[in-house]
């Protein structure tokens, strides 16, 4: 497996991919420390592109002055691994000063829906993360790009950004992956301590509690709302971001449930902000 650190380097290995007759290139962005989502981003790419590059970059313009740039856990060595195991051809590794060099002034701002959900709580993040996707995108000149939808109001903010530039890249989105009690993998998991983690099934919970609800015919979205508020403060520890339901559109919120809605959520549990959500069907 390759391992690229330069722009310069992917894109030449990206062009010289897609010559051969019928070859894609596919991109996975990650911020490493990956688990069993990620692989499941890789093995979905490998199943249907030829190349498939790791991008694995800790992004520092979408962190807050007061969230966890500085710990964020960097196992760049066990991320290869698992990338190589999963598909990945490539890995593509590279500095802060070569994604934003000395006098880089150009950002990407979504509007609108860069201030909803995570962007509502966390100012900035979501100008920090469409940058560097964006930037990228523009580096792979990958033919398809996977994201996991645990990230779905992360994703919402993408495909806008995507079709208003123009670019060229299919978004792909896949399944969130769990843990075998609900949990949904996050590369934050690491910081729960026992008790935490025990606290941190109410996320999933209150999910499958709306889902139920849902399922059973109820639609008024106050009544689905505290209902997932009421399992998440069920765990005194756990304090509440957001409860919302969304279109996963425009992440504006919905009076109504309907299928092909967003219901998501947002909490911290102990000192780690975990997210979760469900499309409802």
């Known amino acids: 497996m390759k391992i690229f650190h330069t722009v310069e380097e992917l894109r ?34 490998a199943a249907s592109c030829q190349q498939v590059v790791v991008s694995i970059f800790v992004n520092p313009t979408q962190f807050g002055p007061n969230e966890d740039f500085a710990v964020y856990p960097r196992t760049l060595d ?18 802060v000063e070569e994604l934003y060099p000395a006098g880089a002034a150009t950002f990407v701002d979504v509007e609108s829906l860069g201030n909803r959900l995570d962007g509502k709580s966390r100012p900035g993040h979501f100008r920090g993360v469409a940058t560097v996707v964006a930037k990228l ?22 495909r806008r950004m995507t079709l208003d530039l123009g670019l060229a890249t299919e978004l792909v989105v896949c399944p969130i992956v769990r843990e075998t009690d609900g949990l949904a993998l996050s590369s934050r998991n690491i910081y729960l301590s026992a ?12 999910l499958h509690h709306v889902e139920a609800l849902f399922a059973h015919g ?52 102990g000192a780690t902000r975990l997210i979760d959500n469900v499309i409802l069907s």
């Not at 066990?78 to 500095?95: T, Y």
């Not at 995108?137 to 919402?156: C, M, N, P, S, T």
């Not at 008790?195 to 209150?206: D, F, H, I, P, V």
Request: aromatic letters at 6%; charged letters at 20%; proline letters at 2%.
């Open 12 to 45: 030449q290995w990206s062009r010289l991919a897609r010559q051969s007759e019928g070859n894609t290139v596919a991109l996975v962005p990650t911020m490493g420390a990956l688990h069993a989502g990620h692989a499941s981003l890789i093995q979905a790419a």
């Open 195 to 206: 008790k935490e983690r025990a606290q941190a099934l109410s996320l999933s919970r209150a």
């Open 218 to 269: 109820e639609r008024r979205a106050l009544v689905l709302i505290e209902a997932a508020r009421d399992v998440l403060t069920a765990e005194r520890t756990v304090r509440i971001d957001y409860v919302e339901l969304v279109d996963w559109a425009t992440l504006e919120p919905r009076a109504a449930a309907a299928a092909g809605h967003l219901f998501a959520v947002a909490a911290w549990v």
């Open 78 to 95: 066990a991320d290869c691994a698992l990338a190589d195991a999963a598909g990945a051809a490539a890995i593509f590794a590279p500095s």
């Open 137 to 158: 995108l523009i580096a792979a000149e990958a033919d398809r790009a996977y994201f996991g939808q645990k990230d779905a109001a992360q994703v919402a903010v993408l």
